[in-house]
């Protein structure tokens, strides 16, 4: 485990939790503490972002998934939080504590807290899991978003070319999208990596007013492992997967062997136009 430790005190974000009926009709103050075991040495070197645990953006997704929360019981809460804080790399381990800022309890108390201490480990010992992941934007800066993107997923093991394509669905006049495909390594189940996903989005400032719509940054899990979901919540494989080849297209190059067979003939060619790696993307932007 790291010597090295990285903290995030005091974070106050209101959210729906607790047992009783009245804590279920509005949101309460909780309060975030987060220690954060890290190995700071290879930072302490090269000044490099890359090379450490990025506490802002943890703290913004921990705020998301706090504020989105209807969880009955703070020990859900916070085992959901220590999920998240470690499905950032470089943290080997991380303590949570977790306080009822307001418990509606009738003595005199200031308030009531639980606190964990997970790791790597603990939370899974021996598996990691394998998730293909889509990735389009198609507002303001694409390329910043995308690697906006790259910085907050976890484990990035591969990736496509970046391609440029024509807007499928939703309103007219859109403009055009960057497309691409990323395989990830993670400890998250496949409910906890759809949470993680979805804060991203919404640090990216993604807005959910039109179905099919413009977008910041979308994300979609296109496979996880080899497993099926179908329910209200998450549908794996991607269930228009083999209409797109926007996505068909980047995936080929990462994991050809999860493409339809013969996608590449029966599905049109037009619209969909590779761009290069996102990191030759990045350099010409900066030149």
Known sequence: MASDHIYIRGL?????IGVLPAERLAPQPLQIDVEMDVNLAVAGQTDD????????AIADAIAVLVRASSDILLERLIAR???CVLSFDHVAAVTVTLTKLQPPIDEDIDSTAVSITRTR????????????????TNIGDRVAHLQF?????????????VFETDPVGGPQNQDAYLNMVVALDTYLDPYALLRLLNAVEAQAQRERTIHWGPRTLDLDILFYDNI???DDLLTIPHPRLHERRFVLQPLSEIAPELCPPKWDTTLEAGGVHARGSLSNLISTTEH
């Open 12 to 16: 106050r974000v209101m959210a729906l």
């Open 49 to 56: 972002l890359g090379d450490t645990a990025n506490y802002g």
């Open 81 to 83: 939080i220590a999920d």
């Open 121 to 136: 480990q603990s939370v899974n010992p021996t598996v990691r899991h394998r998730a293909i992941v889509a990735l389009g």
């Open 149 to 161: 993107a790259l910085d907050h997923l976890p484990q990035v093991v591969a990736e496509s070319q």
């Open 228 to 230: 099926t979901i179908n």
